[in-house]
């Protein structure tokens, strides 16, 4: 079995920065994808941005220039660094990981964006 946590998220303010964290932990397993997703009130959840296993990462349209993926290997740890907030990126954040245990989700995170 995988645990997988999310940390971070918040208030943001528009202009400023957040950065969320997700991290795996449990029996010996390899982790292939780690990806972020959001779902926002009354919309559907939406694939934020990926990141493989060699660390190439790919963006949806709405943030790509504004977000930065990145992870940490040896902690099996997945961040998402969140520049340039809008107050169309409050959502609920989450975590997804592609491993070889299966597919696991964090718990969510709220992200609000407002002055």
């Known amino acids: 079995q995988v645990q997988v946590v999310e940390s971070g998220g918040g208030l943001g303010h528009p202009g400023g920065s957040l950065r969320l964290s997700c991290a795996a932990s449990?029996?010996?397993?390899?982790?292939?994808?780690m990806n972020w997703f959001r779902q926002a009130p009354g919309k559907q959840r939406e694939l934020v941005a990926s990141?493989?296993?060699?660390?190439?990462?790919s963006y949806s349209d709405s943030v790509k220039g504004r977000f930065t993926i990145s992870r940490d290997n040896a902690k099996n740890t997945v961040y998402l660094q969140m520049n340039s907030l809008k107050p169309e990126d409050t959502a609920v954040y989450y975590c997804n990981f592609g491993t070889s245990a299966g597919v696991y989700w964090g718990q969510g995170t709220q992200v609000t964006v407002s002055s």
């Open positions: 449990g029996r010996s397993f390899s982790i292939y994808g």
């Open positions: 990141i493989n296993s060699v660390g190439t990462a």
